[in-house]
């Protein structure tokens, strides 16, 4: 076979780093735009915030005329034009974005046409180290688990071997307070030597006695049941104390189902018994840790506010979640004044770079501010009347509306919220598929379990609705469900099952 040159021609997508940055921008959730934005502040001097140029301000005019001075006998006609002009500060409008960059950004973001953008938030954009201060400062004064068990065992007279098994169990705690790991395996982490493992095997077991009588009550158990029972063990003796370690030794299940015929047989205790033995059982607490648990969770802050001004439904961005970003004046005209400009300049790149970032940023939200006028046009019926009025939606109608890519949107509306006058939503829970009604027409899923829940916070205690009749009353109203759906949407509310909603 003899070697031989072909021309082809081909067409592929080709990224560059910028685009690459803009798509990467979208998916972000406000904290961790604001991370982004803060790693870019302290890598680039040419990129500021308006606070830092207000408080600056007074010493702009000052140093940017020496600088004027140093430099004019040096090259008096050296000017770079950044940002359009020479006067005033170096802001980017939106409107610089160029059509082609603007159309290639928001239509070609198809997943499988990238390569190295990965679909998930980036976390690795070295702002770990920014997060981690930051739960640092929140779990100040705070006390873990772990240092509260070991705070305890500093009182104990242990034995070298057994204070370092004691410690070794404390470790292995997970932040539920339950030790997940068996001490058969634990032990096998620490050594491979059989007699040795033997050895850390007699020490774990003591430690673990002396763990589970530590406080909070409770542990160190490795499941639910011993949990429980652990924290009955340490309550004054009773006949409904026994009755309620039996349930959660053996019966936790029938507990959960409500089922006191059976339980009261399995026992035999009567139905006052049981139900002071229930009352214990309620009044336990099922994660002993969660006390010490380190909340990091932030507040959810809307991106997009929506209010109601006479028959007008009026959108915008939230100002808070909007970083105000310009370029540094006073290294733009340290530029200008540079003999070389940007080619020979070393903060050359870092200027293109600030610019391209601030109208990355600017597309960003015009993008969602687009999408979420879209969402309010379509779903105008939810802003007066709540979910029940919610109409069927799905990605492809607002993509198809805006000329934008399906997956596009589907970035838009991942982890960015809408505060409206009926609580904050993320832009995901306005769309859902539709259910055929005998009119011919759709109604949304989501007013459908709106509905649901309605008719189960109606019901009687005493006789909840079964899952077939919830699905009779909503053929009443003439949406057709099929009882599993039903069943789905319960479960996907965290809404019990009849058994388990039955109040006796």
């Known amino acids: 076979m003899k070697p031989s040159l072909q021309v082809r021609l081909s067409q592929h997508l080709s990224l560059t780093p910028q685009l690459q940055q803009s798509i990467r921008l979208l998916q972000l959730s406000t904290l961790e735009l604001n991370q982004e934005v803060d790693q870019m502040l302290a890598q680039n001097p040419l990129l500021e ?70 679909e998930q938030p980036a976390n690795s954009s070295g702002s770990g180290g920014d997060e981690d201060g930051e739960r640092q400062d929140q779990s100040s004064g705070e006390i873990s688990l772990q240092e509260h068990l070991v705070q305890q065992m500093a009182g ?8 370092m098994a004691l410690h070794v169990l404390i470790e292995s705690l997970n932040d539920d307070g339950y030790l997940e790991d068996g001490l058969d395996e634990i032990a096998a982490s620490l ?8 050895d ?26 011993e949990c429980l029972e652990l924290q ?92 105000k970003l310009r370029i540094n004046e006073m290294y733009a005209n340290a530029l200008r004044q540079t003999r070389g400009g940007i080619t020979n ?76 006058l009926f609580g904050t939503f993320e832009l995901k829970y306005f769309f859902g598929s539709g259910l055929s009604t005998e009119a011919g027409g759709e109604a949304s899923s989501t007013a459908v379990r709106a509905l649901i829940k309605q008719f189960i916070e109606a019901e009687n205690p005493a006789k909840p609705l079964s899952d077939s009749a919830i699905a009779g009353m909503l053929e009443e109203q003439g ?7 039903v069943a789905k949407y319960r479960e996907g509310m965290k809404i019990g099952t009849t058994t388990m909603r039955r109040v006796s």
């Not at 050594?191 to 493992?197: I, K, P, T």
């Not at 997956?407 to 919220?417: C, D, F, Q």
């Open 49 to 118: 915030t308006e606070e830092d140029y207000s408080v600056a301000a007074p010493e702009l005019a000052e140093m940017r005329g020496s600088i004027s001075e140093a430099t004019a006998a040096e090259d008096s006609g050296a000017d770079l034009e950044v940002g359009g002009g020479s006067e005033g500060p170096a802001e980017i409008q939106a409107e610089d974005f160029g059509s082609t960059e603007r159309e290639d950004w928001e239509n070609g973001t198809e997943r499988d046409d990238f390569d190295g953008i990965r």
């Open 232 to 323: 009955l063990r340490a309550l004054p003796r009773s006949q409904a104390q026994m009755i309620a370690i039996i349930i959660c030794k053996r019966h936790l299940e029938l507990l959960a189902r409500r089922d006191h015929k059976k339980l009261m047989a399995l026992t035999g205790a009567d139905d006052a018994l049981l139900r002071e033995a229930q009352a214990l059982i309620v009044s336990l607490e099922p994660k002993p840790g969660r006390a010490f648990a380190r909340s990091t969770a932030a507040a959810v802050i809307p991106d997009v506010i929506v209010r109601k001004v006479g028959r007008e439904l009026r959108v915008i961005i939230n100002p808070e979640v909007a970083p």
């Open 345 to 420: 300049s070393a903060l050359g790149g870092q200027l293109q770079e600030a610019r391209w970032f601030i109208k990355n940023i600017q597309q960003r939200f015009d993008t969602i501010l687009r999408v979420s006028q879209a969402i309010v046009e379509r779903q105008k019926a939810f802003f007066t009347h709540g979910a029940l009025a919610m109409k069927p939606l799905v990605l492809r109608e607002i993509a198809d509306e805006l000329g934008l890519h399906e997956s596009t949107i589907s970035r838009v509306t991942t982890a960015k919220y809408m505060d409206t």
């Open 200 to 225: 850390l095997l007699d020490h774990l077991r003591i430690a673990l006695k002396w763990l589970q009588h530590m406080t909070p009550s409770g542990v160190g158990a490795k499941d639910l049941s």
């Open 479 to 485: 949406i057709q469900v099929a009882r599993r759906t």
């Open 191 to 198: 050594s491979e030597d059989a007699e040795e493992r033997e």
């Open 156 to 163: 104990m007279g242990l034995s070298d071997a057994d204070r």
